[in-house]
Nanobody, 120 residues
Framework: QVQLVESGGGLVQPGGSLRLSCVASGLIFSTTAAKWYRQAPGKERELVAAITSADSRINYADSVKGRFTISRDNAKNTVYLQMNSLKPEDTAVYYC?????????????WGQGTQVTVSS
């Protein structure tokens, strides 16, 4: 059974930093595309950052470019989201997502989410 467990959220002041972690069990992160999404109250879920499985290409939403960094530690089977220069508009529940492709199917896995609140 596949599980993704996020951690690292919390309350931080504007300009501060947090590092989110997503640990996978039941799948090997290096074989999947990994993404971070966020959802603020009353808004749709938004893709924040993504890293591919094959060549580790990375993409970011324009709203977080230059402030957030996605990375993967294959030895720990963990994906991270380093968030710097946080703004109140970054407040949201952050979700880890993994997409596993086999020759005939696509599997889409989600974590339970971790709350990030940016406020003074």
């Amino acid at each position: 059974q596949v599980q993704l467990v996020e951690s690292g959220g919390g309350l931080v002041q504007p300009g501060g930093s947090l590092r989110l972690s997503c640990v996978a069990s039941g799948l090997i992160f290096s074989t999947t595309a990994a993404k971070w999404y966020r959802q603020a109250p009353g808004k749709e879920r938004e893709l924040v950052a993504a890293i591919t499985s094959a060549d580790s290409r990375i993409n970011y939403a324009d709203s977080v470019k230059g402030r957030f960094t996605i990375s993967r530690d294959n030895a720990k089977n963990t994906v991270y989201l380093q968030m710097n220069s946080l703004k109140p508009e970054d407040t949201a529940v952050y979700y880890c997502n993994a997409i596993l492709l086999t020759w005939d199917k696509m599997y889409n896995y989600w974590g339970q989410g971790t709350q990030v609140t940016v406020s003074s």
